[in-house]
């Protein structure tokens, strides 16, 4: 009972404070023009996440954050996200919006992605797509009363209130960063082939939730496949066994789970356009962006993708944002160049590597159809 309610009181804070955390997603000259999206609807886990687990249940610590804001952001990593550049986001502080909600600015969308989600619960996070979608949905309701009962009241000009115009929900992009903890989750509970077996039902509930969306008004669609699970250090130093790694020296069994993930997303995907006849899907390829990251890392400028720059798994066990001195070894503390390095703490990219697969990804080259995310608008439908 006691759990049951403070998963109410987070959800409380969570779609009335961090949800609007979206801010300053400019959509400017140089942003959305093509389509003009006016807003901006992500759904995801860590990969995405800018700030809403920190706010909840795991504070984000330095140093991550340091490259970019400073300070700890509500990201893990060092800097951006793929999100902030699609975003064309150059600052904003997220948490704080969470304290000084009088500012809250909403026009420019909401991110209730959050680190550990997955689209099926069990997972990391208590925060599934399922919830993620219900938080949408009342945002959605609540803001629409709010707009309706200002347009009413005369004396607060509704230019300055901030609300996002009930018509825009129809306008705005959705993007979906989703499923790798739904594999990674699986990957740690069951069998391979049990994982295997799963992904239909996974892919079916994320489905679910576009349906869902489609059902609000949501129209445009901007869905990244998963990333290759099996490159993450922490799954190579802790899932490899002999013969297992492939000649990249990423863990194969988890690689072939995601990409058998993303051939049922794609289909999925083709489904739904007949299905939904007035959305627009783009589906997105990152899995290939980080793999060729990945594959041509030290060619490309970075260090070996498997050396990672915070925290610690070999030797003693640290995670990034901790400290230890064992046997008068200092464990835990960054690395120098993080730039340098593809993955910032064995599980999350750095900034320098969300910029390389941003600068991919963004422009269409990874995309079916191949339209860039200004262009996810009016992307013709590919049979
Ligand atoms: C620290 O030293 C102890 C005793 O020699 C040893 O058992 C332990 O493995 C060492 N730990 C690390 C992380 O090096
Ligand atoms: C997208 O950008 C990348 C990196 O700058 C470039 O290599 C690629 O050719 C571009 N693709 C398209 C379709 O413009």
């Known amino acids: 009972m006691e759990e049951q309610w403070k998963l109410v009181c987070l959800l409380g804070i969570l779609v009335l404070g961090f949800a609007q955390q979206w801010k300053e997603v400019e959509s400017n000259a140089q942003g959305s023009v093509s389509c003009g999206f006016p807003a901006m609807y992500n759904f995801g886990d860590s990969n ?19 490259t970019f804001f ?45 680190g550990g989600s997955s689209v099926r619960p069990p997972g990391f996070s208590p925060f599934n797509l399922g919830i993620q979608i219900s938080q949408f949905i009342q ?4 803001t629409t009363t709010l707009y309706n009962q200002l347009s009413l009241n005369r004396r607060i000009p509704l230019s300055i209130s901030n609300i996002p115009k009930p ?7 959705y993007t979906f960063d989703i499923g790798q903890n739904d594999l990674g989750h699986g990957f740690q509970s069951m069998s391979e082939k049990q994982v295997l077996d799963s992904i239909p039902h996974i892919i079916g509930e994320l489905a679910k939730a576009i349906h869902q969306l489609y059902k609000e008004g949501g129209r445009f669609f901007w869905i990244h496949n998963t990333g290759p699970l099996g490159c993450l250090p922490y799954n ?10 492939d000649k990249n020296g990423c863990v194969k069994s988890q690689n072939e ?12 995907i083709s489904w739904l356009r007949t299905q939904l ?3 627009k899907f783009t589906y997105v390829d990152v899995y290939s962006a980080k793999y060729a990251l990945i594959s041509n890392a030290k060619n490309l400028g970075f260090v070996d993708a498997f050396n990672f720059c915070c925290g610690s798994f070999y030797g003693y066990h640290i995670n990034c944002g901790k400290r230890a001195i064992v046997n008068g070894t200092v464990y835990g503390n960054p690395c120098e160049h993080p730039s340098k390095h593809v993955s910032w703490d064995g599980i999350h990219y750095s900034q320098a590597a969300n910029m390389w697969v941003s600068d991919r990804i963004l422009n269409g080259s990874f995309s079916d159809p191949p339209v860039s995310i200004q262009d996810a608008c009016h992307n013709l439908i590919r049979m």
Request: hydrophobic content about 40%.
């Open 48 to 66: 995405s996440d800018t700030g809403g687990i920190s706010a909840t249940l795991n504070e984000i610590l330095p140093p991550n954050g340091e």
């Open 70 to 114: 400073g300070h700890p952001a509500g990201r893990a990593s060092d800097g951006r996200l793929i999100v902030d550049f699609i975003g064309k986001c150059t600052f904003y502080l997220s948490l704080f919006c969470l304290i000084c909600s009088f500012d809250l600015h909403y026009l420019h969308g909401a991110n209730f992605a959050t």
């Open 139 to 142: 945002f959605k309701a609540r």
């Open 167 to 173: 018509a825009e929900f129809s306008q705005a992009l």
């Open 236 to 245: 190579v130093i802790y899932g490899k066994k002999a013969g297992n790694l």
């Open 257 to 268: 789970a995601a990409m058998e993930f993303n051939r049922q997303l794609k289909d999925k």
């Open 277 to 279: 006849p007035f959305a």
